[in-house]
């Protein structure tokens, strides 16, 4: 074994040894956010019942408002009319002016007690909100972390020098870590909050339907609400990770699917040219070209001001090309990738080109200022050429 093997042996124990240690910084982490969540959803629970308090006691300050002033103007009346009322009446009418008073500003500083009581809340809601966003930030930067040092560590270090291709590389790897927590976070915030709540309504059905059948069936009711709107969030969420209309339509209607939905939300004029497909497309081709329109779209409508697009998709029996077209002001690609490779400044495009290269596939993008942009896109399409691509490696 030479020097160059040790020395290589020995960045890999202390490799590994800096990954367990990572791993168990991290699952500590991610324990404080799980209970910091169940804090905050307490928290949650505690500020929804201060608000319809504090709602319930605004209303009835208003009211106590009322009837002191109306007290008071009887009082008034009672003073001033000596010769119409006796004694008795005089003393009444100071007794509940007096009466209402003490109630009404009692009631004031209830108000005021759960008005604080709402504002500490918030805060501390906000700031659970601050402590979790912290602690996730710092859960992706360990994802990234370990990402990059259980990858090869020869290539690693055979790579030193190139800062932009290992900064791009760390890039693609938060860009997938921010995606693993955007659904983490669409999970717990969507489909899991209704279950949990459906949950609670089974139990609150069992209860009801003892008492009133009635009652009870309408509990089952809305309970069934809530399950159908869990399932539908959870098929949003699947969609989005790969559209099953895919499968049930193919690549051609999909796309067509996908560019009605955009030029809705954008209206952005978009003009399809698709070859009719007759040959099996690889799924994974499949999902990468949604995905390269989808990614596409979304810089044309954040940067182009385009009123028109035009999509083409064609392909022979190896390749498939992808050229997508837009009206907008352009933009000077040599500096943008630039800042893409050295400063993160585009998840998107990251997104397209790791797309494309992991896919043995070839990107091209022409743009200047005013002229618009084209996207051209050659990726293969069906497995032996991505084999044959590897073997020539």
């Known amino acids: 074994m030479n020097n160059t093997e040790l020395d290589i042996s020995l960045i890999n124990k202390i490799i590994n040894k800096i990954i367990e240690e990572i791993s168990s910084s991290r699952g500590q982490i991610l324990d404080i956010v799980d209970n910091i969540r169940r ?15 504090t709602t319930k006691v605004i209303g009835e300050v208003d009211e106590l408002q009322k009837q002191e002033k109306a007290a008071r103007k009887k009082l008034a009346e009672v003073s001033a009319n000596f010769n119409r009322y006796n004694e008795k009446d005089i003393k009444e009418a100071y007794e509940k002016a007096s009466d209402m008073r003490v109630k009404y500003f009692t009631k004031i500083n209830e108000e005021k007690v759960l008005r604080e009581k709402r504002s500490q809340l918030e805060i501390a809601v906000k700031n659970t909100m601050e402590n979790i966003d912290g602690a996730e930030k710092v859960v992706n930067q360990i994802g990234i972390a370990m990402g990059y ?3 090869d560590i020869l290539s690693a270090l055979e790579g030193a020098d ?17 995606e693993r927590k955007r659904i983490a976070r669409d999970i717990h915030d969507g489909p899991a909050q209704h279950m949990a709540n459906a949950v609670m309504k089974a139990d609150i059905c069992t209860m009801v339907i003892k008492k009133d059948v009635e009652e009870g069936l309408k509990e089952i009711a809305d309970l069934k609400e809530s399950i159908k709107i869990a399932l539908k969030e959870v098929r949003n969420i699947i969609f989005d990770l790969r559209p099953m209309s895919l499968d049930d339509l193919g690549l051609n209607q999909t796309i067509q699917q996908t560019v009605k939905s955009i030029t809705r939300e954008s209206n952005i004029d978009i003009e399809l040219k698709l070859k009719p497909i007759k040959t ?3 799924p994974i081709i499949q999902v990468a070209v949604y995905r390269i329109i989808q990614e596409v779209f979304n810089n044309i409508k954040k940067h182009s001001k385009a009123r028109h697009a035009e999509v083409k998709l064609d392909f022979g029996t190896k390749y498939l090309m992808l050229v997508i077209t837009d009206d907008g002001i352009g933009f000077n690609v040599e500096e943008t990738l630039k800042d893409v490779r050295t400063k993160g400044a585009s998840y998107g495009l990251i997104g397209i080109f790791d797309r494309v290269n992991q896919l043995q596939g070839e990107i091209e993008i022409k743009s200047s200022a005013g002229e618009g942009t084209n996207y051209i896109v050659k990726l293969p399409n069906n497995r032996e050429v991505i084999k044959d691509d590897k073997r020539g490696d």
């Open 39 to 53: 804090e905050q959803e307490d928290l949650k629970l505690q500020l929804i019942k201060i608000k319809n308090e």
């Open 149 to 151: 040092l259980e990858g």
């Open 162 to 178: 190139n800062n932009s291709e290992m900064f791009l590389g760390i890039k693609i790897l938060e860009a997938q870590e921010n």
């Open 280 to 282: 099996e497309i690889e």
